[in-house]
């Protein structure tokens, strides 16, 4: 089945700088757009950036344009999430995501907490 794993996430001081990794496995992951979602405390998941299948098509949130990067390795099934110039309205459990057969995977999550 479908396994979506991420890592990477903790604290960091405003103004700095996180990766964080998400490992698939259970699906043809060069075949798919994968996306990374985010949820605060007492806020709705939403979507933060998204990634076509090659890679070629990026798309983000307005709240973190140039300064999120998503990325893909389809040789690896993984895909990435650099964040620069964390700020404390970025502190979320950041998930990994796919939709496939109209249905969407999670993984389980990755805190970020932004504070000083």
């Known amino acids: 089945q479908v396994q979506l794993v991420e890592s990477g996430g903790g604290l960091v001081q405003p103004g700095g700088s996180l990766r964080l990794s998400c490992a698939t496995s259970?699906?043809?992951?060069?075949?798919?757009?994968m996306s990374w979602y985010r949820q605060a405390p007492g806020k709705e998941r939403e979507l933060v950036a998204q990634?076509?299948?090659?890679?070629?098509?990026?798309t983000y949130a307005d709240s973190v344009k140039g300064r999120f990067t998503i990325s893909r390795d389809n040789a690896k099934n993984t895909v990435a999430l650099e964040m620069n110039s964390l700020n404390p309205e970025d502190t979320a459990v950041y998930y990994c995501?796919?939709?496939?057969?109209?249905?969407?995977?999670w993984g389980q999550g990755t805190q970020v907490t932004v504070s000083s």
């Open positions: 259970g699906f043809p992951f060069s075949d798919y757009h």
């Open positions: 990634i076509s299948s090659t890679g070629d098509v990026t």
């Open positions: 995501s796919v939709l496939r057969f109209a249905r969407r995977a």
